[in-house]
């Protein structure tokens, strides 16, 4: 046993060449993936590309002032990270809630909350990093009438508490 007290696999026969580390270039992304209207996803990491069994990881471009369709990822976990731009979340049975990030955001989205994606910027595209809690490329588009106004939630947790 090794001396960290962990099981390791057994190297295949190439010592872990081609079954080790990948490194996708960013020019390289695959976009045949499912797709929500506003958006333009691109997986670098999944089941097909590089074999994944528990994550799918990718980007997300949406073009300034546009915003997605309303949808949820079903039993799947999402984690956004901003690179650029200025994203606005809207999120609920009628998208009634709304919080916007900013570069160096994340934004959690938990399995089945309908919510939708809006570039809050008119001339910049806004830019992130997608990772998801199964290599499915899960995207269920849903018909909502939303409301208007939505109300704005602030980040509150055990530690950052209301303002």
Not at 4 to 31: A, E
Not at 69 to 95: D, P, T
Not at 137 to 155: G, Q, R, S, T
Request: hydrophobic fraction near 35%.
């Amino acid at each position: 046993m090794p001396h960290d007290g962990h099981d390791h696999q057994t190297p295949p026969p190439d010592g872990w060449k081609h079954s080790g580390v990948r490194v996708i270039p960013g020019d390289s992304l695959d976009s045949n993936t499912a797709q929500t209207p506003g958006m333009n996803r691109a997986a670098a990491i999944n089941a097909a590309r590089v074999g994944a069994q528990r994550i799918w990881a990718g980007t997300v471009h949406i073009h300034p002032d546009a915003k997605t369709g309303a949808h949820h990822h079903g039993h799947l976990e999402s984690v956004i990270y901003v690179v650029k731009g200025k994203a606005r979340m809207r999120w609920g049975e009628r998208l009634e809630f709304v919080a916007e990030a900013g570069p160096g955001d994340f934004i959690y989205v938990p399995p089945y909350v309908p919510h939708q994606e809006i570039n809050a910027s008119a001339d910049e595209t806004l830019e992130c990093v997608l990772v998801r809690s199964d290599n499915e490329a899960v995207a269920i588009n849903i018909d909502i009438e939303p409301v208007e106004k939505p109300e704005a939630v602030l980040w509150v947790d055990p530690i950052h508490r209301a303002p």
